[in-house]
C-alpha cells in the first residue's frame, strides 16, 4: 500500500526557523541551503508548516518517537469492527 503525504508539521524548538519558513524572512547566508531544499520540496508538491514547541515539551516527544519507533508491530492488536 503505497502511501503518499503532502503535508508536513515540522515542531522546532528553534524560533528562527520557524520565522523564516512561516513568515519568509530573509535568510543568512548560513540558512540559504536550508531554504533552497525547502523551496524544492515546495515546488514538488509537499506543504511544511513549523511550530515553535519549547525544549520542555520537545524532549518529550523525542522519547515518545523513539519509543514508538521501537516497538514491535507484532504486539498491535486492530479492532477488526473498525478495519
Request: aromatic content about 8%; overall charge negative; glycine content about 2%.
Amino acid at each position: 500500500m503505497l502511501m503518499e503525504y503532502n503535508k508536513i508539521l515540522v515542531l522546532s524548538n528553534n524560533t528562527r526557523l520557524v520565522q523564516l519558513c512561516n513568515q519568509g524572512k530573509d535568510p543568512t547566508w548560513t540558512e540559504q541551503n536550508f531554504v533552497a531544499d525547502m523551496n524544492q520540496l515546495q515546488q514538488q508538491g509537499l506543504t511544511t508548516h513549523y511550530l515553535f514547541v519549547p525544549n520542555y515539551i520537545i524532549s518529550h516527544i523525542i522519547d515518545l518517537a523513539a519509543i514508538t519507533t521501537c516497538f514491535p508491530v507484532s504486539h498491535c492488536r486492530l479492532n477488526p469492527d473498525h478495519v
